[in-house]
């Protein structure tokens, strides 16, 4: 299991140490320091099935000074600037190795990925 983790928002460390504490194995990247490639967002998205605009954190003063409210809803498109802008991107991502993710911001939203067989 890999969580993309950035250890300044409270939501993240939370989700991190609940893993731990739950003994689940999992990596943490901060993808702040080693952001995805544009490749491994599309991943991620299809694991989550969701589209980028789903994950993207438009309240962000970076999303709105480049006008994200208003960019056309092209997918490859806000992958680039996710993959341009990785804080953007709404945190914890868990990926499970069961090859789904989860976006979890909760502990309700943690326990449901971790049920998963």
């Given at each position: 299991m890999e969580i993309w983790h950035n250890p300044r928002c409270s939501k993240s460390r939370s989700a991190e140490l609940a893993l731990?504490?739950?003994?689940?194995e999992h990596t943490v990247r901060r993808y702040?320091?080693?952001p995805p490639t544009a490749a491994e967002?599309?991943?991620v998205l299809v694991k989550l099935n969701l589209e980028p605009w789903d994950i993207t954190r438009l309240k962000?003063?970076?999303a709105k000074e480049l006008g994200l409210a208003d960019?056309?809803?092209?997918?490859?498109?806000?992958?680039a600037v996710l993959a341009a802008n990785p804080a953007l991107i709404?945190?914890?991502?868990v990926i499970h190795d069961d090859?789904?993710?989860?976006i979890v911001r909760t502990q309700e939203a943690l326990?449901?990925?971790l049920s998963r067989k």
């Open positions: 731990g504490e739950l003994g689940a702040l320091e080693d967002i599309e991943e962000e003063p970076l960019l056309p809803r092209h997918r490859a498109q806000w992958i709404e945190r914890p991502i090859g789904t993710a989860a326990n449901a990925l």
